[in-house]
């Protein structure tokens, strides 16, 4: 019966593909890319940040050490304004957790553990974002030292904060990978760490620049009036182009760097391109450039919409490679999927179309909502579980002895039990 299939096909692993090649044919070795046996010795493994073992744990408690004693300095002098600090630190969030959960998910074949993320957070948003004031102060006061003081204001926040923020945000990925290196299989590891570290920084941040901005309204009754303003600046106007989008061009160019060392040079120019455009994409957004997009004739603050505009066209280039370079990220991601269930002859396991719906959020969706009209609510919900069950199948697969484990085989199970009550759903008209 195919009753349970919203494309009625179970197909097989190495039926014939729309051009005409296999899915076999589509495996790393021909794609020109890592085998499994190279990029998924670890994928289902879950690595600790807590690694004693480790020299560079022992570095990253050092330094939250450090950087907690600055945070908390910091924390409590914006506490002074209680209203202020309060509404800063919930639009944060409101902004932030949404992003935390797409980055999460853009990893669509081996997402990477919690712990790990969450230590990615607070590098970013403890050691990086405490340690950055301390140096750009100086290295602020340098230039104004060496520099013409009208040069040293518009221009100083461009040359100092994109080189000493992205250093110690990139620090973060690499001490990421010495602690847990088996949790860095490809490039999309890298931009899933990177923008976690660039989103715990972007939310210190944020809430120092709200409160400045109420700082710098003395005998304002509103406290809310300077937060919002600077909220739709900051979040509305530019949350897309952040550090959010710096360091997950720097990451993802780390990672390529230390996963694909057999790589040709051409390639690892490129990945070491990738770092420098999210400096470059950071200088940009820190430069005085494109001010006119700003401008009113009346001489009033611009409105939401030049904030956006203004945003848009200083990072959208740069958002736009980050864009392309999570999609080839996610293929390449894909093609160790198929390598790791080639061997499976069970067409109840999963099929060559599955696979294929199972390549991005969007082809996901598509098959969920397939089966939503063909099968009802139900029917959507069970693909959504069939799906999660064939991605934790090549997660049990990689990380078994035998494709004839337990494991695998209770694995193989849990998908045949939901794939049973699909195909017992009754078929809509």
Not at 100 to 119: N, Q, W
Not at 130 to 146: C, E, P, R, T
Not at 167 to 186: H, N, R
Not at 420 to 429: I, N, Q, T, W
């Amino acid at each position: 019966m195919n009753a349970g299939r919203p494309d009625g096909d179970r197909g097989l692993p190495n039926e014939p593909l729309a051009d005409g090649s296999t899915a076999a044919a589509a495996q790393p070795a021909a794609l020109g890319l890592p085998s499994a046996s190279q990029e998924a010795l670890h994928w289902g493994r879950q690595a600790s940040p807590i690694a004693p073992g480790e020299p560079a744990f022992w570095l990253y408690l050092v330094l939250l050490a450090i950087g907690a004693y600055f945070f908390v300095d910091q924390q409590s002098l914006m506490s002074a304004l209680p209203d202020a600090y309060l509404l800063s630190w919930f639009l944060v969030l409101v902004y932030a957790v949404p992003v935390a959960l797409v980055v999460y998910r853009l990893d669509l074949f081996e997402r990477e553990p919690k712990l790990l993320l969450a230590a990615a957070v607070i590098w970013g948003a403890v050691i990086a974002t405490s340690l950055a004031s301390q140096a750009n102060s100086a290295w602020l006061d340098i230039v104004g030292k060496l520099a013409p003081p009208d040069f040293a204001a518009q221009w100083g926040k461009a040359i100092v904060g994109p080189g000493v923020e992205e250093t110690l945000k990139l620090a973060g990925v690499a001490v990421l990978y010495l602690i847990a290196s088996e949790e860095f299989d490809g490039p999309m590891d890298g931009f899933v760490y990177g923008a976690m570290v660039g989103l715990g920084f972007t939310v210190v941040e944020d809430v120092s620049y709200f409160i400045n901005a109420v700082a710098a309204a003395p005998g304002a009754v509103d406290q809310a009036g300077p937060v919002i303003d600077t909220f739709i600046i900051r979040v509305v106007g530019g949350g897309l182009y952040g550090h959010v989008l710096f360091t997950g061009l720097t990451g993802t160019g780390f990672a390529y760097l230390v996963t694909r060392r057999g790589a040709s040079r051409l390639r690892r120019a490129g990945a070491l391109g990738c770092v420098a455009a999210g400096v470059a994409a950071h200088v940009v957004w820190n430069a005085p450039l494109m001010e006119s997009l700003l401008r009113t004739a009346d001489g009033t603050n611009p409105t939401t919409f030049q904030w956006i505009e203004y945003g848009t066209v200083k990072g959208a280039p740069f958002l736009l490679l980050l864009a392309v370079l999570v999609v080839f990220a996610t293929r390449s991601e894909e093609s160790v999927f198929r390598e790791i269930v080639a061997g499976e002859t069970d067409t109840d396991v999963i099929t060559e179309p599955e696979i294929r719906s199972l390549r991005s959020l969007v082809a996901r969706r598509s098959a969920r909502n397939r089966a939503r009209r063909l099968l009802g609510p139900a029917g959507g919900k069970l693909v959504g579980r069939l799906q999660a069950a064939q991605v934790e199948y090549a997660m049990v697969r990689s990380r078994s002895d035998s494709p004839a484990s337990p494991q695998v085989e209770h694995q193989r199970q849990r998908i045949r039990e939901i794939r049973s009550r699909l195909e017992a759903l009754p078929r809509r008209p």
